[in-house]
Nanobody
């Protein structure tokens, strides 16, 4: 069973920055970040393939950067210029699949972390 553990939760003011990390118990294929705000559905934030190719949701383009360290089985999310609407529980996810482009939907991922809280105040 693949296990994922997020870290880096915190509270910042609007315009601030945070970096989230997600350690995976074994080498992963596609990896992604999702987030879920209270009362809303979980939404895709971005994803990365095994070669470092990334996709980002329009809402975070130019502000969030996804990266990975394959040697350490770790996924990162560097968030800058944070807005109150970015407040949510952030989840990392992965799948052993490596073919094609990384999925932008929840069902494309088999393994999920427990989530980490990000709060942005105005």
């Amino acid at each position: 069973q693949v296990q994922l553990a997020e870290s880096g939760d915190g509270s910042v003011q609007a315009g601030g920055a945070l970096r989230l990390s997600c350690v995976v118990s074994e080498y992963a294929g596609f990896m992604a970040w999702f987030r879920q705000a209270p009362g809303k559905e979980r939404e895709w934030v971005g994803c990365i393939d095994t070669f470092g190719g990334t996709k980002n949701a329009d809402s975070v383009k130019g502000r969030f950067t996804i990266s990975r360290d394959n040697a350490k089985n770790t996924l990162f999310l560097q968030m800058s210029n944070l807005r109150p609407e970015d407040s949510a529980v952030y989840y990392c996810a992965t799948t052993r699949d490596r073919r094609g482009g990384c999925p932008t939907f929840m069902s494309g991922y088999n393994y999920w972390g427990q989530g980490t809280q990000v709060s942005v105040s105005s």
